[in-house]
């Protein structure tokens, strides 16, 4: 069968090929429905990337935050309609230490491979996880972006100490308030400050006991450990307000991506004893987590629903370029492209 896949030719510039699929007994397909654009993308989309790198990479499909519905599936792992999330990693291996998401043989969609910016996606069913009945899917295409906190929440808890009487989140955008929130849902004993430069946004934060902009918060302040959700330029400052005010022996999560070194006050994370984690993309297991969290929590999706930004209907290749310049241009939230076709 032809599959359409839309390829950024080069920044700007999307264009339609067709490649052949061959159906066979071991792979599902899925007819993505709802994609959501990823600063990653953006990245991509706008030529923010070196040279080499644009080079190395294009033409290639992006997305990487999709879900979709099962159009065929001879594992008879899932029925015809479902709705489900597709994972974009795709290891090749397995390692009793090392997670899929961090061995360096895995494959991920949308960044050296096709993403799911296509008619149709084949691949097997255990990158594939069935969605809760009736699920906002809207909310649901970014299952994947949330699915990164998940992963890197506990990832913290195995290994910060057993004090976690007071946590806080540096970052008032998409990433700490997803992370703010799963970190109340999962754990609400805890209490969860956030730290943001935007007060409109910080009122959000609905869930948070309690929320300050970073040149206000109080000379007394402490936390038992922190995660850090910033990243770009602003990284630096970030992390060292919590290498400030972190108590000895805490863990700071590092879960903000920025392209240049951030330079950092290593002497008092040697004189407090601190641990730094960092986390990135996540694995099956992490999205079969969160599911589940969803269904036994679905309070979290209805709190999800407050970073949807746009929606754009998609029903040619210019509505993708349309949807990719809206998406640049949004105030807050995520830009999802839903499929009419």
């Avoid at 896949?5 to 490649?19: G, S």
């Avoid at 594939?128 to 506990?154: D, K, Q, R």
């Amino acid at each position: 069968m032809l599959n359409a896949v839309y390829q950024l030719k080069r920044p700007r510039q999307f264009e339609l090929v067709y490649q052949d699929i061959t159906l066979d007994d071991q792979h599902v397909i899925v007819r993505p429905t709802h994609l959501s654009i990823c600063n990653a993308d953006q990245r991509y989309y706008q030529g923010n990337r070196p040279e080499e790198i644009l080079n190395k990479k294009l033409p290639m499909a992006l997305i990487h935050e999709a879900i979709g519905q099962v159009v065929y599936d001879p594992t008879a792992t899932f029925a015809v309609g479902d709705r489900v999330v597709m994972i974009p990693n795709l290891p090749s291996e397995e390692d009793p230490v090392i997670a899929e998401n961090y061995l360096r043989s895995s494959r991920f969609r949308a960044s050296g491979t096709d993403g799911f910016l296509q008619e149709y996606i084949q691949t097997v069913p255990d990158r594939l996880v069935l969605l809760p009945e009736g699920i906002n899917l809207t909310v649901a295409a970014f299952t994947e972006l949330v699915s990164v906190s998940y992963h890197a929440i506990g990832r913290f808890f195995e290994s910060a100490h057993a004090r976690r009487e007071a946590v806080a989140v540096w970052g008032d955008e998409n990433l700490g308030y997803i992370t703010s929130l799963l970190i109340k849902t999962m754990y609400p004993e805890i209490r969860l400050t956030v730290m943001g430069v935007n007060e409109a946004k910080l009122n959000d934060f609905t869930f948070a006991d309690e929320t300050f902009l970073v040149n206000r918060i109080p000379q007394d302040f402490a936390m038992d450990h922190a995660f850090e959700c910033v990243g770009g330029n602003a990284a630096p400052r970030a992390i060292n307000q919590i290498i400030d005010y972190i108590r000895p022996e805490g863990t700071i999560g590092i879960l903000g991506v920025t392209e240049d070194p951030a330079p950092i006050n290593t002497r008092m994370i040697l004189e407090k004893g601190l641990r730094m984690i960092g986390s990135s993309r996540s694995g099956r297991k992490d999205f079969k987590g969160l599911v589940e969290l969803y269904s036994s929590h679905p309070e979290v999706v209805d709190y999800l629903e407050n970073i949807v930004g746009e929606q754009i209907t998609i029903r040619e290749i210019r509505d993708i370029s349309k949807a990719f310049e809206m998406d640049i241009h949004k105030l807050i939230g995520k830009t999802v492209m839903v499929w009419d076709k």
